[in-house]
């Protein structure tokens, strides 16, 4: 009886976890298609911390994203602007701004498709609110 017990318990830990990866996964796939399957779960990640935190600088948003490499952010930077890494049109979901009281610091912005595709996914994801 007591192994049944833990089992019940740990079902009921691993229950939040469950709901939290099938949203993320529900967000992807609308993710991927509105824009194709060049769209990782990290560039969510991306799209959603400058979502929440407009305007910070590439060092900021680094911070954000825990884990990640200077090469990977900006190589994800630059696929979700107008113009890929390899020179090609991307989807403009993204723009860097340099700031003019330092003009080597570039800030980060959602475009108007940006905030479009959003607010899109954050509505098609049941239960996921963005403030």
Known sequence: MP??????????????????????????????QALGPDVTVHRLLILVNVYLNEGLSQTELLRQLDGTSVTALSRNLADLTA?????????????????????RRKTV???????????????????????
Not at 85 to 103: A, F, V, Y
Not at 109 to 131: K, N, V
């Open 109 to 131: 912005h959602l475009t108007e498709a940006g905030h479009r595709l959003i607010e899109t996914l954050a509505s098609s994801a049941e239960g996921t609110e963005l403030p």
């Open 3 to 32: 192994q049944a017990a833990s089992s019940d318990a740990r079902a009921g830990a691993v229950l939040p976890l469950r709901t939290g990866l099938a949203r993320v996964d529900r967000l992807l796939r609308s993710a991927r």
């Open 83 to 103: 113009w890929t890494s390899s020179k090609r049109p991307g989807p403009g979901l993204l723009e860097l701004r340099t700031d003019p009281m330092n003009l």
